[in-house]
DNA sequence: TGTAAAATGTTGCAAATGCAACATAATTAT
DNA sequence: ATAATTATGTTGCATTTGCAACATTTTACA
């Protein structure tokens, strides 16, 4: 994943961040962190530890919208986290650097000599979360559970360049990414094995087609 | 929908479009454009009628990834319109810009005082399509075609501020959109109109709760 | 190291859904 | 105006899936 600051010196980012009026929040893990960001229209860079964005359903359904890892960029002009329904929670011990998003276009910003790399990576990380929104849509709109599997290992085996990877998801957050009831998905996962299809150790994925 | 040359006079928006070296084409409808597009690294604007990203499954499902009118933006960088899988079809006659993407951040641009603007609209446009992607997860995730409908109305209903308003799809689309079987939708919409949920008229679907 | 918590695995059953095979209505083109 | 095409509506049936209620394994942490 694109990194925002890259190849921008540390000393050109920190002055970028000055210029930016950015401040950064330490986080524990488990905390709702959207309850403590009071600015209006923020881009939130994590530089350690790990978010998940998650739908709270009336149903009592879970839904992983998102995960943020190091480097990932959030915000509230960027997705659904305006909603009532949806929460923001450090999976783990997490730290944050928020930028306000009207000072991305300020004059005095912009005339500084690293801006256009700066603007390039940010418009690169829009692209790439834009990729990876597709990419799950294309899985959500296969119709059966199986169909889902199959084409989110297509997708790690054509990433990785091989027909054997590791899954990024415990058991649990895939069937939530794939939002498919847990057992259904493991009980797929059966049929999907006894026929000769894939075999799993642990996390391993192997492809046998 | 964001324009990408708001607050840009039209003189200005010509100049700009020369330093871009962008390009126009039309096309008549039914026309598959990616295969015509032979930049490394596009964004399309456009300008004129109605784009539909399609991904052709295996299965025959045709899967509506997206729908781009007029102002809308798409380009390889934020898709997976690299998927063989995946086609491009203009669904009534169209228009499009063509810019290379690596000419957003050339020095020569930079200069000019409305670029501000120019990144500042694009920025918000990839925001807007962000949102409107997690939108769609939001439905897709929904594990009944009841919830996967009444979702959908809400957004609708939220974005009008009303509980009356017009659907901007044929049923067909919105089977595609919810990625479920036309005919099972059907008769979930007839349960819920008469459990008294909604009436429907046309087009026109009234939320009676 | 022991224990609580979390993750994984299993299975019967009812309900929801896709599919197929239609009929009918509406729209478009000639 | 009429034919052709496309959109919409209907329903029986087999299959898939979610759900519930478990057992077992692994991991976290006090």
Redesign the pocket.
């Known amino acids: 994943m694109q990194d925002l600051f890259e190849n921008i010196s540390s000393k050109n980012k920190e002055k970028l961040l000055k210029l930016l009026r950015s401040s950064t929040i330490t986080y524990t893990?488990g905390v709702n962190i959207l309850s403590n960001v009071n600015r209006d229209n923020f881009i939130g860079i994590v530089t350690e530890g790990c978010l998940q964005i998650i739908i709270n359903d009336y149903?009592g359904?879970n839904i992983l919208l998102e995960e943020i890892g190091e480097n990932g960029l959030f915000g509230n002009f960027m997705s659904a986290i305006n909603s009532e329904e949806c929460s923001c929670i450090t999976k783990e011990k997490a730290k944050v650097t928020y930028i306000d998003y009207e000072n991305i276009t300020k004059p005095n910003i912009i005339k500084t000599d690293f801006y256009i790399i700066f603007i390039k990576n940010l418009l690169k990380i829009l692209g790439e979360q834009l990729t990876s929104k597709n990419e799950r849509i294309e899985i959500l709109t296969k119709?059966?559970?199986?169909?889902?599997l199959l084409e989110y290992f297509k997708l790690l085996s054509q990433k990785k360049g091989s027909k054997t990877f590791t899954l990024p998801f415990?058991?649990?957050?895939?069937a939530n990414y794939l939002?498919?009831?847990?057992?259904?998905?493991?009980?797929?996962?059966?049929y999907l094995k006894n026929e000769g299809f894939i075999k799993?150790v642990?996390?391993k994925v192997y492809l046998l087609y």
């Open positions: 893990k149903n359904n119709r059966s559970i199986r169909d889902k415990t058991f649990i957050e895939l939002s498919v009831d847990r057992c259904a998905m493991t009980r797929e996962l059966k799993i642990g996390k």
